[in-house]
């Protein structure tokens, strides 16, 4: 997983799986995934998915790479704390998955909190099949 600065001033984290190396088919079973965690998860919570790739085809003036055949959200909070009301401009949280083709791209913004950082950073990794996670360790 790499963690870059996206735009000179997003922390993104992402992680490139090629689809052979992926436990899971396509986009669907990647955020079911994904659903599974959050709902397991003992402070997240669930929002919602989002089709990002559907609402961009349909805007007239929407423009997708080329490569990019499927790319969706899962949005969720950890939020455990309100301190004040600027913290909202931070939540909620969303992990993105694109399918390229012949690989997934899986992209997350950095959170200004470890739990979910260290819970994201666990849920993405998990997508990687356990045969390559056990070769890669050994």
């Not at 001033?9 to 965690?37: N, Q, W």
């Not at 666990?122 to 890669?136: G, K």
């Amino acid at each position: 997983m790499k963690q870059t600065l996206l735009q000179e001033k997003y922390p993104v984290y992402t992680l490139e799986v090629p689809k052979a190396e992926s436990r899971f088919e396509d986009v669907d079973a990647i955020l079911g995934h994904l659903r599974e965690c959050v709902e397991g998860h003992k402070v997240a919570r669930m929002i919602g998915e989002f089709d990002h790739h559907a609402h961009t085809s349909d805007l007239p003036e929407g423009d997708i790479a080329g490569d990019i055949r499927a790319a969706k959200h899962i949005v969720f909070c950890f939020g455990t704390h309100l301190p004040n009301p600027q913290v909202m401009a931070v939540r909620p949280r969303s992990i993105g998955v694109a399918d390229l083709g012949d690989r997934f791209v899986i992209s997350f913004l950095e959170a200004p909190m470890p739990l979910a950082n260290n819970a994201m950073t666990a849920w993405v990794r998990a997508i990687v099949s356990e045969q390559v996670t056990d070769s890669a360790v050994a």
